[in-house]
């Protein structure tokens, strides 16, 4: 089952009710407030030209799934509003997840150069022992696409940045329509 994000405030109003009936959970951690952050992604999306429907998760399927699909591609949804380190693990996280990320950087303090850095350092991370004798797993060891993009909504910058996940270089959109 898919919701539009035109149906956005009907759905916050009875996402209760209605992923209850059909056994779903409204985001990864079922919480209300990542449905929201959810909601929140999908009409930035939308209020660009994009045709977006959520992807609820089912209780009974195993695994995580991504959060959308926005204009036919599958995106996962991040919110960041922490340090780099915080980006950097939320970044490589959602590569084993969907092709294409969307990364919510409002409640971040986080410069453009300092994410893009930030980025870079994750997209080149190799798998590694940190001083505590853990080992790091490298960006190789847990993305599981070839290709897909990179969306950032900056603090106080009106458009998205659209990125190339391969190479970080930013591009213009495709038109939606």
């Known amino acids: 089952m898919l919701v539009q994000a035109d149906d956005i405030e009907f759905v916050a109003?009875?996402?209760?009710?209605?992923?209850?009936?059909?056994?779903?959970?409204?985001?990864?951690?079922?919480?209300?407030?990542?449905?929201?952050?959810?909601?929140h992604n999908a009409q930035i999306f939308r209020?660009?030209?994009?045709?977006?429907?959520?992807?609820?998760?089912?209780?009974?399927?195993?695994?995580?799934?991504?959060?959308?699909?926005v204009s036919g591609l599958m995106f996962e949804f991040k919110n960041v509003g922490g340090n780099a380190n915080t980006l950097i693990t939320h970044f490589i996280r959602s590569r084993s997840l969907a092709p294409?990320?969307?990364?919510?950087?409002?409640r971040s303090d986080l410069?453009?150069?300092?994410?893009?850095?930030?980025?870079?350092?994750?997209?080149?991370?190799?798998?590694?022992?940190?001083?505590?004798?853990?080992?790091?797993?490298?960006?190789?060891?847990?993305?599981?696409?070839?290709g897909g993009s990179v969306v950032l909504k900056l603090k106080g910058h009106g458009?998205?940045?659209?990125?190339?996940?391969?190479?970080l270089k930013i591009h213009l959109p495709e038109d939606p329509s």
């Open 47 to 69: 209020d660009v030209g994009n045709t977006v429907y959520l992807t609820p998760e089912r209780r009974a399927a195993p695994g995580k799934k991504y959060d959308a699909i």
């Open 13 to 39: 109003q009875h996402q209760c009710n209605f992923f209850s009936f059909f056994g779903i959970k409204g985001s990864a951690s079922g919480d209300k407030s990542s449905y929201e952050n959810e909601l």
């Open 111 to 146: 410069t453009k150069h300092e994410v893009m850095s930030a980025l870079y350092g994750a997209r080149n991370r190799k798998t590694h022992t940190n001083k505590r004798g853990t080992t790091i797993s490298g960006y190789d060891d847990i993305n599981r696409f070839d």
């Open 159 to 167: 458009n998205l940045v659209y990125m190339d996940v391969d190479n």
């Open 100 to 106: 294409n990320v969307f990364i919510n950087l409002e």
